[in-house]
């Protein structure tokens, strides 16, 4: 098998992956943009264009796969995709984050620089846990969502799938968000949030139901 890692995506967030890999001691082989996507290097990484270039580096030996995008539907649509090409995907874990020793990962997932997630805790398939961030004990966070820098979350705090908690949103413990909820930057959560919300506020509000 060819031991550089794939990361599907080119932007900003794939930068972030990128170092987390190599912090890790693992190469990056390839990144894979959009279809438009200009290629040229992503922090010195070659950048193909398009999601077909998957199966032939599949072929061609590479085993292991990062989704580094940020819209929380791609990269769960995208990791899908490579899981079905027989991709392995790993995780992208930083050095300098604390994770506790009976916290479960998924596959895909991406812990930056700072980020803490306690004991218990859960955190499911391609979920982002960003920049100082925290998932406190018995945290269970949905395949996909985004916790996005300096997000704090208390106990017993549960968020689905695909939903994204804006930069420095706190949660309360026990609370239940649903699925493919957008919580704008600085919420403060205090009650449970039905799926498809966009909330904001201190404390968070409905704003309205998500565009559909
Ligand atoms: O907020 C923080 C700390 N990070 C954000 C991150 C979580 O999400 C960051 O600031 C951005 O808001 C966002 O990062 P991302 O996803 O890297 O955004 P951008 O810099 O716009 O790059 C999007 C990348 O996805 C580009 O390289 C596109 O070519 C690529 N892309 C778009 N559609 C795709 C596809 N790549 C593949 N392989 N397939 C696609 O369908």
């Known amino acids: 098998m060819m031991n550089g890692v794939i990361v599907i ?56 796969a990062f989704v580094a995008i940020g819209s929380n539907g791609l990269r769960q649509r995208l990791g899908a995709r490579a899981l079905a090409l027989g991709f392995e995907l790993v995780n992208a874990i930083s050095p300098r984050a604390t994770l506790s020793p009976t916290a479960q990962l998924g596959r895909g997932v991406a812990v930056m620089a700072g980020a803490i997630v306690n004991a218990d805790s859960r955190i499911a398939d391609f979920a982002i846990i960003n920049t100082a961030a925290s998932v406190d004990h018995d945290g269970h966070i949905g395949e996909a969502a985004h916790i996005a820098p300096h997000c704090g979350l208390a106990g017993n705090v549960e968020v689905g799938a695909r939903s994204f908690l804006g930069i420095g949103t706190k949660v309360i413990p026990g609370i239940v968000i649903g699925p493919d909820v957008v919580a704008g930057a ?19 509000r409905t704003l309205r139901k998500k565009d559909t």
């Not at 001691?25 to 959009?34: K, L, S």
């Not at 600085?186 to 968070?204: C, F, K, Q």
């Open 186 to 204: 600085g919420s403060v959560i205090v009650s449970d949030v039905a799926g498809e919300a966009r909330i904001a506020g201190v404390p968070a």
């Open 9 to 64: 995506g080119a932007g900003g967030h794939a930068k972030v992956c990128i170092e987390l890999l190599r912090a890790m001691e693992r190469q990056v082989a390839f990144c894979i943009g959009g279809d438009d996507d200009a290629g040229g290097f992503c922090l010195g990484v070659p950048v193909l264009a398009g999601d077909a270039h998957l199966a032939s580096l599949r072929d061609r030996g590479f085993g292991q």
